[in-house]
């Protein structure tokens, strides 16, 4: 059924579900169960040894979640894809799965602050090194590669930089070097489709815009099924010799008859399995609604941030407004490349009265929610430097492109005139 439709508009309604098998419901139902009734031993025995595929215990699998998954994978291209608790949840695991002590994975500076701070500090006492390096020179992915590197890590388009990465030209050398390229395309879903440019996994912090409505939190893995596991199976020993934790499998052969979906499968019985993070039945049912109707809310957040970045490139009082369409050169370039039907709706401005009017601006609006949160439909607004990013030494606040005044904004889909006079009688007191 999914494959009758390319559209994203079509795609977000229909892909992955029709209709209830058990009631004929048209809305996607809540399956709020921890377990499923098994037929008998015969077929216990054969789920649990992956001799058929079915519904065990909702840590691993869940109905509601399924259609998430499905959806989204089909949305991007990929063959398929896993529900978790966190965006956080799901950039840990799509690194887990593939590395463990004494690997390393390198990764774009340009972050959001949590994924820094899992990167410089949690996986590091886990054993796993972060290479960070300035995605400026793709090159510089390269550079930092060695035999144990196990994959590439960046944000598409990176808050609070917003400096889109340059996808195609690091897939490229990841693929030469037999290293898939992970993107969080977190910012930019329907934008963007990072497996069109030769991405191999791609993660969502589902809280931000597919959910939309800021009321859950959620994370996606999904596998673009494009990246030669096998053929490069000496870089990875995970998916390429026996588990012990799973009868030995060897998981590029035991997946093999049902597709190119190694990697996204074992993370399901094996991370899903022994962490426990998975998203639960009524988030994924919000995320549903959420994605149900993404493309047209992603027209209106990019045109109504389109403006709001030339407004503020207009005011005296602004000093630098960074928005795609308000840059020049190679990054202009990179986000006309790779960013379809709008620049996005996050824009970043620093003020001349630096961090103290930055505060002023940010306690002065009326509208504008002040939170820890991008992607919600109502426009929300932040001091990057003294919240979000506030854990990372100062130096590596610069590094992700947090200077002391910069305030960022999140636009939402309200009317453009509130969203102005919002900000003008801000700017009064800033
Ligand atoms: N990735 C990006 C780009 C984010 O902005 C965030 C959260 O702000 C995350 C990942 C983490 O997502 P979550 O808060 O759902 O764990």
Not at 86 to 114: K, M
Request: proline share 5%; net charge neutral.
């Amino acid at each position: 059924m999914t494959q009758k439709w390319t559209n994203p508009e079509t795609l977000v309604l229909h892909a992955g579900y029709r209709s209830d098998s058990a009631t004929n419901a048209v809305a996607v139902p809540i399956y709020q169960t921890t377990s499923y009734q098994f037929r008998d031993t015969e077929h216990a025995a054969a789920l649990f040894g992956l001799k058929e595929f079915g519904n065990i215990y909702t840590r691993i699998m869940n109905p509601t979640c399924a259609v998430l998954e499905e959806r989204v994978a089909a949305l991007e291209g990929g063959v398929a894809a896993l529900a978790v608790a966190s965006g956080q949840a799901a950039s840990l695991f799509a690194i887990q799965n593939i590395c463990h002590a004494g690997d390393n994975v390198v990764s774009s500076t340009d972050l959001y602050g949590g994924t820094w701070n899992l990167f410089a500090n949690t996986l590091t006492t886990m054993g796993i090194e972060v290479r960070f390096v300035d995605p400026a020179d793709p090159e510089n992915f390269r550079r930092a590669t060695d035999a144990r590197t196990r994959c590439y890590y960046a944000e598409t388009l990176p808050n609070p930089k917003l400096h889109v990465f340059p996808i195609r030209e690091v897939a490229d050398i990841g693929r030469k070097l037999g290293v898939p390229l992970i993107m969080d395309n977190t910012a930019c879903p329907i934008l963007c489709r990072p497996f069109d440019h030769g991405a191999a996994v791609v993660v969502y912090s589902t809280t931000k815009y597919i959910g939309g409505h800021g009321n859950s939190i959620g994370g996606l893995v999904v596998d673009g099924g494009n990246f030669d596991w096998e053929g490069n199976a000496e870089r990875f020993p995970m998916l390429n010799k026996p588990d012990p934790s799973y009868h030995g499998a060897v998981w590029t052969e035991a997946v093999k008859p049902l597709g190119p979906i190694a990697y996204i499968i074992k993370m399901r019985v094996t991370l899903l399995r022994d962490i426990g993070a998975p998203m639960s039945p009524f988030n994924a049912f919000l995320f549903i609604q959420g994605l149900e109707t993404l493309p047209l809310r992603m027209r209106q957040h990019c045109a109504n941030a389109g403006q709001v970045a030339d407004f503020l490139a207009k005011h005296p009082k602004v000093s630098k407004v960074i928005f795609p369409t308000h840059m020049s050169g190679e990054m202009r370039r990179r986000a006309d490349t790779y960013l379809k039907g709008g620049h996005g709706a996050l824009v970043g401005f620093e003020l001349s009265g630096g961090r103290e009017a930055g505060r002023r601006l940010i306690d002065s609006l009326k509208m504008f929610y002040h939170v820890a949160n991008i992607g919600d439909a109502r426009s929300l607004a932040i001091h990057p430097a003294t919240t979000t990013h506030s854990q990372l030494t100062p130096d590596d606040q610069l590094a992700t492109g947090v200077s002391d005044g910069y305030v960022r904004l999140s636009v939402g889909i309200e009317h453009i005139d509130d969203i102005l006079a919002d900000l003008k009688q801000a700017l009064v007191a800033a």
